[in-house]
């Protein structure tokens, strides 16, 4: 029997958006789903949105148009769910990092950090193809992800992940929304 089987109910109090941020590998997509289908919100990943918009994938929006578009592409696919209502959405890992981006999870959406340790990470996405961001160094991967941290944990309200199910992590955003 799924965990989260039976009737979805939504408090009245529930955010119209609640937003999934954190490094890749920290289980936005997973978590989000199980949020999404007990709240009986919808769920949307911003990376399927982008690459639906653009008509090919993120690797190649990465190689074709650089990382810039990508970003650029990536703010206007975000603020076009802004109106949207009863939404989960998982966000990439670089979103919250964009400056204008910030503006969103600051006040559009209730937001949820994922943290996921660096080993961790490495672990669960060993050398993704689809992530052009796992084009580099160890070295240089942690640097980023050390970067981004601290704009991470001030965005949202942070999760540990690491050696949890995603059942469990999802019922501890449900239990927080319950809360707040
Ligand atoms: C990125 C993370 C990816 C995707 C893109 C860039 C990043 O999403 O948006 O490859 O900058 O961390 P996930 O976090 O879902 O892997």
């Known amino acids: 029997m799924p ?12 955010p119209h958006r609640i937003a999934l941020i954190g490094f890749m ?9 199980l949020v999404a289908a007990r709240l009986g919100y919808r769920f949307l990943d911003l990376d399927v949105l982008i690459a639906e ?5 993120i690797r190649e929006i990465f190689d074709e148009d650089g990382q810039e578009a990508f970003r650029r ?23 919250p990092i964009r400056q ?5 999870f600051e ?20 050398r993704d193809h689809g992530r052009p961001l796992l084009d580099r160094s160890d070295k240089k991967l942690e640097k980023l992800y050390k970067s981004r941290l601290p704009i991470y944990r001030s965005l949202g309200q ?12 999802a019922a501890e955003i449900l239990k927080k929304l319950s809360n707040s």
């Open 3 to 14: 965990r989260f089987a039976g009737r979805p109910e939504t408090p009245s109090h529930t």
């Open 25 to 33: 590998g920290s289980g936005k997509t997973t978590v989000g789903r």
């Open 53 to 57: 918009n653009a008509g090919k994938s």
């Open 73 to 95: 592409i990536e703010s206007d696919a975000l603020y076009s769910v802004r109106e949207m209502n009863r939404l989960v959405i998982a966000t990439g890992g670089g979103a």
């Open 100 to 104: 204008e981006n910030q503006e969103f």
């Open 107 to 126: 006040n559009l959406a209730a937001t949820f950090y994922l943290e996921v340790s660096f080993k961790e990470f490495l672990n669960r996405t060993g």
């Open 158 to 169: 942070r999760i540990i992940t690491d050696s949890r199910k995603p059942q469990d992590i």
